[in-house]
């Protein structure tokens, strides 16, 4: 399963897109650029235009709607994984906690994109939401580094084939694009067949298509308060290509890892 949306790589990035690529890493305190800002950068204005618009958010209150996403998501009860499981696995604490780097990595990422590009689309395309407060306090970003993001095609047959089958799980429509958690975790195969383990009867139940649904919509009414601060600039001609983008992610893997990884995270722990 390759992905099905073009995306500008960062060690292919230059000038402006480069600039912008930088940034992102700058103001979110990661290592990685996500695929929906590489998606953007395909379209002629839209990363500049999107970034620009949404900028202020991740300098102001989206840290704390986002850290209220964190703690408030409804997360199913499950068991945890041991840490004789993880070491039969060949997970040891050093493994682990580059495990955990990752897993963190995403869960600050996620649902920050979450309520800032829900933000966008609902001063876009107003409905009405819950009106929800934002946390009182948020961590620090991480400034963690993790592993570069490893291509479909690096991987071997059955690790691809693992990580397409977990894309699928919580997905209440067919899965358009890979979510990257499952294949940086690739890393260590027999963790994702654990993981695997772990989410199939959550699967199988419908919960986790549930915790999708309510993701969404936690994102939904956190984005509607933030989206009364934005000031959007002139937009590009890509506006309605950059905004089907945007909805893409977030009501898909945006809201769908949001969840997921919370729950891997929470049951890996440290």
Same mark, same amino acid.
């Given at each position: 399963?390759?992905? %099905?949306?073009? %995306?500008?790589?960062? =060690? !292919? ?61 409804? *997360? ?15 997970? !040891? ?18 649902? *920050?994109?979450?309520?800032?590009? %829900? ?14 407060? #934002? ?5 620090? #970003? ?13 991987? !071997? ?17 067919? #899965?358009?694009?890979?979510? %990257? ?7 260590? #195969? ?17 919960? *986790? ?29 890509? *506006?309605?290509?950059?905004?089907? =983008? ?25």
């Amino acid at each position: 399963m390759a992905e %099905s949306v073009p %995306s500008v790589l960062e =060690s !292919d990035a230059k000038g402006e897109i480069a600039d912008i690529y930088a940034d992102i890493r700058q103001v979110l305190g990661t290592s990685v650029v996500n695929l929906i800002w590489r998606n953007l950068a395909t379209m002629p204005g839209a990363l500049e235009w999107t970034w620009s618009t949404v900028r202020p958010l991740y300098l102001g209150d989206a840290p704390l709607h986002a850290e209220a996403v964190r703690r408030t998501i409804a *997360l199913p009860e499950w068991p945890a994984f041991s840490a004789d499981t993880l070491l039969a696995a060949g997970v !040891d604490a050093t493994e682990r906690a580059l495990i955990c780097d990752v897993l963190d990595s995403y869960q600050y990422t996620n649902a *920050l994109a979450l309520v800032v590009l %829900s933000a966008l689309l609902a001063h876009y395309e107003p409905r009405p939401a819950e009106t929800i407060a #934002p946390a009182g306090a948020v961590p620090k #970003p991480l400034g963690t580094r993790i592993p570069e993001l490893p291509p479909m095609d690096a991987l !071997d047959p059955e690790v691809a084939a693992l990580v397409g089958e977990l894309n699928t799980f919580g997905e209440d429509t067919e #899965p358009q694009l890979i979510a %990257s958690m499952y294949r940086h975790l690739a890393y260590w #195969p027999t963790y994702l067949a654990l993981v695997r383990t772990m989410l199939v009867p959550l699967q199988e139940q419908g919960r *986790l298509n549930a915790l999708t649904r309510s993701t969404r919509a936690l994102g939904h009414a956190h984005g509607a308060v933030l989206a009364r601060q934005l000031k959007p600039p002139a937009p590009p001609p890509t *506006l309605q290509s950059a905004l089907a =983008s945007c909805r893409l992610f977030v009501e898909h893997p945006i809201a769908r890892m949001t969840g997921i990884c919370a729950l891997i995270r929470r049951a890996t722990g440290r």
